[in-house]
Structure formats: structure tokens, C-alpha cells
């Protein structure tokens, strides 16, 4: 592949052929979530889709997902059908796509934008959303069937597009040598992924981290992006972080203060060690552009 130049005298810039897809950084969406032992009863749904609606001003829009779970019946051991019922409460572009999303769904509860800026004030908003409806769900749980909390998460999907006016894509130009993508990845054809799976270690728990990068196109795939045909190719970089805690934490309003004191400690941590996979694996000039460069 041919490497374009052009003079910006006095200093000489190299033109990169893979671009973030945003003018400062490259997050395509971010999501927070919290994880509980039981599916969310429907009643409960029902109560936070009829309260005052001043609690989510900012999320006007309602939907209501379903789905068809199987599980097994413990007398019996034969296998049946559960309708699963959710909640969706969401902040929407005039096209209907959602800028800013509170799913409660199963067993999760999980905010997520595409409407990402700087963390600080994504995660103030983020931590607002999940700290309000966690309050009302845990002072409206039904405790005859006691509810714990047993993971917090937060994943970041990074997409960089691929200028389709070079010859072939050069990853030397996105990736620097690292430990985290196998090298042979890069000669395996037009379209690959590499997925790696790790556990770190923290004081009240483990982290679960997974890294997962696609080369693909929007063809076929949740990933169309405004202004980039369905067939260039793009990079995208996921980093799933699940946080389980030693000692499960009751999702009762009595605890409410230390369940928000595990997602204000353990959240920053992840950001931080999301930026470190990044500055681990991207260019030094990549990391420069979307800012996470020290």
C-alpha cells in the first residue's frame, strides 16, 4: 500500500488510511450496565412505566421488547416456554434512532448512547440514569424472592473506517505491535476478527475483560454508519468489561449506598482500563487523533 503525503509546512503530516468516526475520538456506542440474580418482574415494569414521568425527562420514548425464553421445569424436567417482558425507555433522533437508551430487560438493567462526548460527562449522565431507576426498582422489589446484584459492566465499541481509495488495508497504520491481536490476523483476508478473553483481579472482586475486534462491513450487520457505504470495510473494537463482586450485594433500598458506591469505584477503573487497551494496541498517531494518548 502506498503511504500519502502532503507538506503543512513546515512540519510534514502523514494522511492515515483508517479514520475514527468521529472528528475527536471513535466511540460508536457506550454502555453501562448492572446485573441482577433474577428476571424483573413485569409488575415492576408496570409501576416504573406509571410513575411520574419527571423522573426520566429525558428519556420520553417507551418501547416494550418481548422474548421467548426455555426453561426447564424443576418437577418435571421437560422443557417450556417463558415469555420474557421488558422495558424500554429511550431518547430518540428525528430518523428513530436513539441517541440514549434505559433498557430493563431479564436479569439486566443497562444504559446505553450513541451520543458519546468526553467519559466525564457521558458517565455523570449515565450514573444519574442507573442510580435513579436502581433506587426505584429496589424500593419496589417484591423481597419474598430476594434479588441480588451480581455484576456491574460496561462495554465501549470503537469503529474506525478503512479509506477504500488505498490499495489494501495496511494495519500497521491502526495497530501498533501488541500482545492482544495475533499478527497473522492481519493476512487472513479482507474480513477477520479476533476475540481474547481475560480476568483481572480486584480487591472486592474479578473482572471479566473481553476484547473483540471485526473487520466488516455494515452489509447484513447492526452497523451502518451515516455517510459510509454498507460495503467499506470497518474496524471495530469492542471491550466488554463485567465486574462480578466476592460478596453479591441485596437489591434492597437499605442498600442502596453500597451498591452505588460499588458502581462509583468500580466504573472509573474500567474506563481506565479500557484507555489501556487502547494505548495498548493503537498507534501512537491513532491514539493521538481520538485523544486518549498520554
Known amino acids: ?30 454502555s453501562f450496565a448492572i446485573g441482577l440474580s433474577q428476571p424483573i418482574p413485569w409488575p415492576i ?3 416504573l412505566i406509571k410513575r411520574d414521568p419527571d423522573w426520566r425527562r429525558d428519556l420520553p420514548a417507551i418501547d416494550l421488547p418481548q422474548a421467548l425464553d426455555i426453561v426447564i421445569n424443576p418437577a418435571t424436567g421437560a422443557p417450556q416456554n417463558r415469555i420474557l417482558r421488558g422495558v424500554e425507555f429511550s431518547h430518540k433522533r428525528p ?19 450513541t451520543l458519546y462526548t468526553r467519559w466525564q460527562p457521558t458517565w455523570d449522565k449515565a450514573r444519574d440514569i442507573l442510580s435513579t431507576v436502581g433506587r426505584l426498582m429496589s424500593a419496589a422489589l417484591d423481597q419474598t424472592k430476594p434479588t441480588t446484584v451480581q455484576s456491574i459492566a460496561l462495554s465501549v465499541s470503537d469503529v474506525f473506517i478503512f479509506d477504500e481509495t488505498a490499495d489494501k488495508p495496511d494495519y500497521s497504520h491502526l495497530f501498533k ?45 447492526d452497523l451502518s454508519i451515516p455517510g459510509v457505504p454498507d460495503e467499506q ?29 460499588m458502581i462509583a469505584g468500580e466504573m472509573p477503573v474500567m474506563h481506565e482500563a479500557n484507555k489501556a487497551i487502547l494505548q495498548s494496541i493503537l498507534t501512537d498517531e491513532m491514539q493521538a487523533r481520538i485523544k486518549v494518548k498520554r
Open 233 to 261: 470495510l470497518r474496524v471495530v473494537v469492542q471491550h466488554n468489561q463485567l465486574f462480578r463482586p466476592s460478596q453479591p450485594i441485596q437489591f434492597v433500598s437499605s442498600n442502596d449506598d453500597a451498591l452505588q458506591g
Open 95 to 113: 430518523d428513530g434512532s436513539a441517541s440514549w437508551v434505559l433498557s430493563l430487560f431479564g436479569t439486566e438493567i443497562r444504559v446505553t448512547t
Open 177 to 221: 505491535a501488541n500482545e492482544e491481536i495475533p499478527s497473522s490476523a492481519f493476512s487472513k483476508g479482507r474480513l477477520w476478527h479476533s476475540h481474547t478473553g481475560w480476568f483481572i483481579d480486584r480487591p472486592l472482586g474479578a473482572t471479566l475483560n473481553q476484547l473483540n475486534v471485526d473487520v466488516r462491513t455494515g452489509v447484513g450487520e
Open 45 to 47: 415494569l408496570e409501576t
Open 1 to 30: 500500500m502506498q503511504t500519502a503525503w502532503y507538506d503543512d509546512s513546515p512540519a510534514r503530516v502523514r494522511m492515515m488510511p483508517f479514520k475514527p468516526i468521529n472528528e475527536d475520538h471513535a466511540i460508536q456506542s457506550a
